[in-house]
């Protein structure tokens, strides 16, 4: 069982940052990607990238020149720099890693984290 555990989250205001991090697989050349789960909203795509690194990425319209998603394999990290935050990106946001190439990443991913919580005061 693959375990993925995130780190990051708190409170910032508005036009602050925040870095998460997610603590992915030791071995498999996964796909690994951020979701998030405003209050009261279903799960939303956010970023994703590949095993590959920075070459192939991807990111929801909503964060798109914000937020930057990067790797290191070798740390089996995965990170989300988020920057110019909005009251709208608060959210429980969650670490996913799947086999699948990020054109197909999506809430159907193999492994998923215990989600942290981001709040931007506004």
């Known amino acids: 069982q693959v375990q993925l555990v995130e780190s990051g989250g708190g409170t910032v205001q508005t036009g602050g940052s925040l870095r998460l991090s997610c603590a992915g697989p030791t071995s498999g050349a996964y796909t690994m990607g951020w979701f998030r789960r405003p209050p009261g909203k279903e799960r939303e795509f956010v970023a994703a990238?590949?095993?590959?690194?920075?070459?192939?990425?991807g990111y929801a319209d909503s964060v798109k020149g914000r937020f930057t998603i990067s790797r290191d394999n070798a740390k089996n990290t995965v990170y989300l720099q988020m920057d110019s935050l909005k009251p709208e990106d608060t959210a429980v946001y969650y670490c996913?890693?799947?086999?699948?190439?990020?054109?197909?990443?999506?809430?159907?991913?193999?492994?998923w984290g215990q989600g942290t919580q981001v709040t931007v005061s506004s």
């Open positions: 996913a890693a799947d086999s699948r190439g990020v054109g197909k990443f999506s809430q159907s991913a193999d492994f």
């Open positions: 990238i590949s095993y590959l690194g920075s070459s192939n990425t």
